[in-house]
């Protein structure tokens, strides 16, 4: 996605972004950069210090940054909790993950965004209904917390799940 596009999404209250899959990170990086405000990032793929490792070398400002880290926990186990990073077993826990959201959210004042990375990893992991219940929760307490958010999923895959999902968004952004 271009960049004049990634801070456009910074107009709508939630967004859901359709991408091509090896050009995601590419595209998470970019809105990760044009966002100013504090972002609440859960992680399905990569472990915190992969996370970290990427944002040092895109010289993108890791303090702004709120992850939930939803890998390292199940493949390294011990993990050292820390005030801008929280983990969860696995992207199959939901409730884990919510309860994170919850607490990064209450932590965080003023206005926040949401990205979370991807739609299809959740759909891996978990049941479409479960998924769709899950975002629907989270678009749907956002406001509440002054929060927008940004989903990001893979091009061509789950389209039925997309489909569905979509009609809970403000902007569906395909590229």
């Known amino acids: 996605m271009k960049m004049k596009n990634i801070r ?22 970019g809105i990760l950069k044009s966002i100013d405000k504090p972002i609440i990032y859960i992680d399905l793929i990569k472990p915190i210090s992969s996370i970290l490792r990427d944002l040092a070398e895109n010289k993108i400002n890791a303090e702004k940054i709120f992850t939930i880290d939803c890998v390292t926990k199940n493949t390294v186990g011990e993990v050292v909790r820390t005030d801008n990073i929280l983990f969860v077993r696995s992207p199959k826990d939901l ?5 994170a959201v919850s607490e990064f959210l209450q932590s965080i004042p003023g206005e926040k965004y949401i990205i979370i990375d991807s739609l299809r990893v959740l759909t891996i992991y978990n049941e479409a ?11 749907e307490n956002a406001p509440k ?31």
Do not use: P, W
């Open 8 to 29: 456009n999404l910074k107009r709508y209250e939630n967004v859901l972004v359709i991408e091509e899959a090896q050009k995601i990170q590419k595209t998470i990086r």
């Open 95 to 99: 409730t884990g993950i919510g309860i």
């Open 129 to 139: 209904a479960v998924v769709l219940r899950f975002i629907r929760s989270v678009l």
């Open 145 to 175: 917390s002054k929060t927008k958010v940004i989903v990001l999923s893979s091009k061509g895959k789950d389209e039925i799940l997309i489909k569905e999902v979509s009609q809970f968004f403000s902007e569906i952004k395909e590229k």
